[in-house]
């Protein structure tokens, strides 16, 4: 039997592998050098460098004895990338470098380059090796492909990191003239026509106006021949007559990046004869579908019209007037404008713009009562207000303030008139119709500035009736809190009880008892003419309270007048109501009770 001591396998291989290094027969590998510890797989056993390995063979059936050490040494196969130099926009020696990852230098790199198989010998690891075939700009760019790279142990002919490269080989930029292709108006941008380029090449523009640099225009490329043009920026009215000079052209497909400088010179023609602006008469209504305005350009002149920035087609002048009808209902908020573009100018500048809007229906105070002479209510700021008695328009008008608050006077009201209004505020359309208020006799009961109508005067009523005219109480719509009627042991000289007596008895009382949150304080707190009622104002709420609502009507609805007790001690006791019952008596100051605060119209 001759075994021998020593294999040596590439990368990727296995203990199968190392067959191929020794001699012998039916070869069996082990992981030790004695006991059961046979590889019954090598084809499948990754090879591990540097680890010992045992071989025998079997020979007449009969297996060696002892068993051959083999160390293995696993190499890498060379592993990299192929890059190249350049671009060329002048012919020149191509080179390639061949960068290693993995593997021993030096190499041998085998490569083709579209003409032949080529062979670079003792290649050093990023160091640049001439191509065999020197590179001419007119073949244009040359594409190179490893075939195989192998080092001092191992090859590779595949799978490389980058097993590619392009040397870029182009000829520099041409150009021959440069001409704008049309007069242009001020706020557009200009077209500039080149000729003279290269064929079928893509470049970035570089270029002045009036000795200014502006922002290179990239992409311009001459498809199907030597011509191509590109946009400028825009151009105003100072421009016209300014030079614009092509000051150099790179080529970036293909990307050879070869440059060339020129001072190729473009003299600009920017017409500053724009058409008048269009006017966008306003107002504009919701629903409406025409938009109507003024030109004062001659009959034929263009108009195009727009909403909310969006074209939505053409009409034109006739006699300084323009409509463009057949359009979509408008919708609240819309924006309309316009331009104009007569014959042999620009087109003009935008129009004014338009907003679409419906002024928002009035609002009508009531109650309106028997014989007024007077309608108020609120709108938009500064509208005009028409008002509508029974559907018929005329009653009378008026123009709301800065406030929107209006008061419109006309003919004496009578019960049963229906009372409507309309507004029109400054550049919107008439609204809506207000909410309808039916002329009628004030009632007990009736919402009336800012409270409910709790009493109205009769013949009765010695100085407080008015023959002819409606007067008498208004409640607060809720209680106040449970308070002290205050300053007890204090003579406030607030003894009226009678109708008429409540405001006076409050003013008594809060100029004599400063204490906070007494019963008249808090009535007085409403606002200006609220009061706390006297005994007799109090009965009126009491005989009107399912009327005015609200109020405690159990046994603990006891409510405070403004009233002192006149007897002799009054300084210690006031009048107050049981609103479950309509009793009253005179009780201690330092009570806490109920209040209601009225006010008289």
């Given at each position: 039997?001759?075994?021998?001591g020593?294999?040596?396998?590439?990368?990727?291989?296995?203990?199968s592998?190392l067959t191929?290094?020794?001699?012998?027969?039916?070869?069996?590998?082990y992981?030790?050098?004695?006991?059961?510890?046979e590889?019954?797989?090598?084809?499948?056993t990754?090879?591990?460098t540097?680890?010992?390995?045992y071989?025998?063979?079997?020979?007449?059936?009969?297996e060696?004895a002892?068993?051959?050490?083999?160390?293995?040494t696993?190499n890498?196969q060379?592993?990299?990338s192929?890059?190249?130099?350049?671009?060329?926009c002048a012919?020149?020696?191509?080179?390639?470098?061949?960068?290693a990852?993995?593997g021993?230098?030096?190499?041998?790199?085998?490569?083709?380059?579209?003409?032949?198989?080529r062979?670079?010998?003792?290649?050093i690891?990023?160091t640049?090796?001439n191509?065999?075939?020197?590179?001419?700009?007119?073949e244009g760019?040359?594409?190179?492909?490893?075939?195989?790279?192998?080092d001092?142990?191992?090859?590779?002919?595949?799978g490389?990191?980058?097993?590619?490269?392009?040397?870029?080989?182009?000829?520099?930029?041409t150009?021959e003239?440069?001409?704008q292709?049309?007069?242009?108006?001020?706020g557009s941008?200009?077209?500039?026509?080149l000729?003279?380029?290269?064929d079928n090449?893509?470049?970035t523009?570089?270029?002045?106006?009036?000795g200014?640099a502006?922002?290179?225009?990239?992409?311009?490329t001459?498809e199907?021949?030597t011509?191509?043009?590109?946009t400028?920026?825009?151009l105003?009215?100072?421009?016209?007559?300014?030079i614009l000079?092509i000051?150099?052209?790179i080529?970036t497909?293909?990307?050879?990046?070869?440059t060339a400088?020129?001072?190729?010179?473009?003299?600009?023609?920017?017409?500053s004869?724009?058409?008048a602006?269009?006017v966008?008469?306003?107002?504009?209504?919701?629903g409406a579908?025409l938009a109507?305005?003024?030109?004062?350009?001659?009959?034929g002149?263009s108009i195009e019209?727009?909403?909310?920035?969006?074209s939505?087609?053409?009409?034109?002048?006739?006699?300084?007037?323009?409509?463009?009808?057949g359009?979509?209902a408008?919708?609240?908020g819309q924006?309309?404008?316009?331009?104009?573009?007569?014959?042999?100018k620009?087109a003009?500048a935008?129009?004014n713009?338009?907003?679409v809007?419906?002024?928002a229906?009035p609002?009508?105070?009531s109650?309106?009562?028997?014989?007024?002479?007077?309608?108020?209510?609120?709108?938009?700021?500064n509208?005009?207000?028409?008002i509508?008695?029974?559907?018929n328009?005329?009653?009378?008008?008026?123009?709301?303030?800065a406030?929107g608050t209006?008061?419109?006077?006309?003919?004496?009201?009578?019960?049963?008139?229906?009372?409507?209004?309309r507004?029109?505020?400054?550049?919107k359309?008439m609204?809506?119709?207000?909410?309808s208020?039916t002329?009628?006799?004030?009632?007990v009961?009736n919402?009336?500035?800012?409270?409910k109508v709790?009493y109205?005067?009769?013949?009765a009523d010695?100085?407080?009736?008015v023959?002819?005219?409606?007067?008498?109480?208004?409640?607060?719509i809720?209680?106040?809190?449970?308070?002290?009627?205050?300053?007890?042991?204090?003579?406030?000289?607030a003894?009226?009880?009678?109708?008429?007596?409540g405001?006076?008895?409050t003013?008594k009382?809060?100029?004599?008892c400063a204490?906070t949150?007494?019963?008249?304080?808090?009535?007085?707190?409403?606002?200006?003419?609220?009061?706390l009622?006297?005994?007799?104002?109090?009965?009126?709420?009491?005989?009107?309270?399912?009327?005015?609502?609200?109020?405690?009507?159990?046994?603990?609805?006891l409510?405070?007048?403004?009233?002192e007790?006149p007897?002799?001690?009054?300084?210690?006791?006031?009048?107050w109501?049981?609103f479950s019952?309509?009793?009253?008596?005179?009780?201690?100051?330092?009570?806490?009770?109920?209040s209601?605060a009225?006010?008289?119209?």
């Amino acid at each position: 039997m001759i075994l021998l001591g020593a294999a040596t396998a590439m990368a990727q291989k296995h203990v199968s592998d190392l067959t191929a290094g020794v001699s012998g027969s039916n070869i069996k590998w082990y992981t030790a050098s004695s006991g059961a510890n046979e590889i019954t797989n090598p084809s499948t056993t990754a090879l591990v460098t540097g680890t010992k390995y045992y071989a025998t063979q079997t020979v007449n059936g009969v297996e060696s004895a002892t068993r051959l050490a083999v160390t293995a040494t696993v190499n890498p196969q060379p592993q990299g990338s192929l890059t190249s130099n350049g671009p060329f926009c002048a012919d020149g020696t191509g080179q390639l470098t061949w960068t290693a990852s993995a593997g021993t230098g030096s190499y041998t790199v085998k490569y083709t380059d579209g003409y032949g198989d080529r062979t670079a010998n003792s290649v050093i690891s990023g160091t640049p090796f001439n191509v065999v075939r020197a590179i001419s700009v007119a073949e244009g760019p040359q594409y190179y492909t490893l075939t195989s790279v192998q080092d001092a142990n191992c090859i590779r002919t595949s799978g490389f990191t980058a097993g590619s490269a392009t040397i870029l080989a182009g000829f520099p930029p041409t150009l021959e003239s440069a001409a704008q292709a049309a007069p242009v108006c001020a706020g557009s941008a200009a077209t500039i026509n080149l000729t003279g380029l290269l064929d079928n090449k893509t470049f970035t523009v570089a270029y002045k106006i009036n000795g200014v640099a502006q922002a290179p225009v990239t992409g311009v490329t001459s498809e199907g021949g030597t011509n191509a043009s590109f946009t400028t920026s825009v151009l105003t009215t100072a421009n016209n007559n300014q030079i614009l000079q092509i000051t150099g052209l790179i080529v970036t497909n293909p990307a050879t990046g070869c440059t060339a400088t020129f001072t190729q010179n473009v003299t600009l023609n920017v017409n500053s004869n724009n058409t008048a602006a269009p006017v966008v008469l306003s107002p504009t209504c919701i629903g409406a579908t025409l938009a109507v305005g003024a030109c004062y350009e001659a009959n034929g002149t263009s108009i195009e019209v727009f909403i909310n920035g969006s074209s939505v087609g053409f009409t034109t002048v006739t006699n300084q007037n323009w409509t463009k009808s057949g359009l979509a209902a408008f919708t609240a908020g819309q924006i309309i404008t316009a331009k104009a573009t007569a014959t042999g100018k620009c087109a003009s500048a935008v129009s004014n713009s338009v907003t679409v809007a419906s002024t928002a229906a009035p609002v009508i105070t009531s109650p309106i009562l028997d014989g007024a002479t007077s309608v108020t209510g609120t709108s938009e700021a500064n509208a005009n207000v028409a008002i509508t008695k029974n559907g018929n328009i005329g009653w009378n008008s008026a123009t709301a303030d800065a406030y929107g608050t209006w008061t419109a006077t006309g003919a004496a009201l009578a019960t049963g008139d229906v009372i409507t209004a309309r507004a029109e505020a400054p550049d919107k359309c008439m609204g809506a119709v207000s909410n309808s208020v039916t002329v009628s006799v004030l009632a007990v009961g009736n919402d009336y500035l800012g409270g409910k109508v709790a009493y109205i005067f009769t013949v009765a009523d010695v100085g407080l009736y008015v023959p002819g005219e409606t007067h008498g109480l208004i409640a607060a719509i809720s209680d106040n809190v449970a308070s002290k009627w205050g300053c007890i042991g204090v003579l406030t000289s607030a003894t009226g009880t009678a109708l008429g007596t409540g405001n006076q008895n409050t003013i008594k009382i809060m100029n004599v008892c400063a204490t906070t949150g007494i019963a008249a304080r808090l009535c007085s707190n409403l606002g200006a003419g609220w009061y706390l009622p006297s005994k007799d104002e109090l009965y009126k709420l009491y005989l009107n309270r399912i009327a005015i609502g609200n109020f405690n009507t159990t046994g603990t609805g006891l409510y405070w007048s403004s009233s002192e007790d006149p007897a002799s001690d009054s300084h210690w006791n006031s009048f107050w109501y049981d609103f479950s019952n309509g009793t009253y008596q005179a009780k201690d100051k330092d009570e806490l009770y109920l209040s209601r605060a009225i006010r008289s119209f």
